[in-house]
């Protein structure tokens, strides 16, 4: 998938779920990441992005399985990745991860959230 990377790295209205809560921190992982890529040898940038990760796909997650939502196995899955591969990371960050991360996520709200509009 390719979906086109914002510039400056802003959540903006095409990444609308329409769920209000799970948009807002979709908002919360833009910025995150945005603010790790501004300061790439900042610890403290890097584990608030952890942090924030971990938390919207815990309730994500929890939206999901209170939905019975059919696919939720390979949308666990997808996450597990990412946040293994997030908690794995150490500062300062070079820019071929920081691209990752930019990347990532968007193509996972476009490719894999938006997969369960409307059925949560
Ligand atoms: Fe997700
Ligand atoms: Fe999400």
Redesign the pocket.
């Known amino acids: 998938m390719g979906y086109e990377i914002p510039e400056p790295y802003v959540w903006d209205e095409s990444f609308k779920?329409f769920y209000d809560n799970?948009d807002d921190?979709?908002k919360g992982?833009f910025k995150g990441v945005f603010d790790c890529a501004k300061d790439k040898s900042s610890a403290a940038a890097l584990a608030h992005l952890v942090q924030v990760v971990d938390t919207?796909?815990s309730n994500?997650e929890a939206m999901m399985d209170k939905a019975k939502y059919s696919e939720v196995v390979p949308h666990k899955a997808a996450?597990k990745d990412f946040l293994g591969k997030i908690r794995a990371l150490k500062a300062p960050l070079d820019d071929g991860t920081i691209d990752y991360a930019k990347d990532w996520l968007v193509n996972?709200?476009k490719g894999?959230?938006f997969k369960y509009k409307g059925k949560l």
Do not use: A, G, K, P
Request: hydrophobic residues 30%; proline residues 0%.
């Open positions: 779920t799970i921190e979709h992982l919207h796909f994500e996450h996972h709200i894999t959230d």
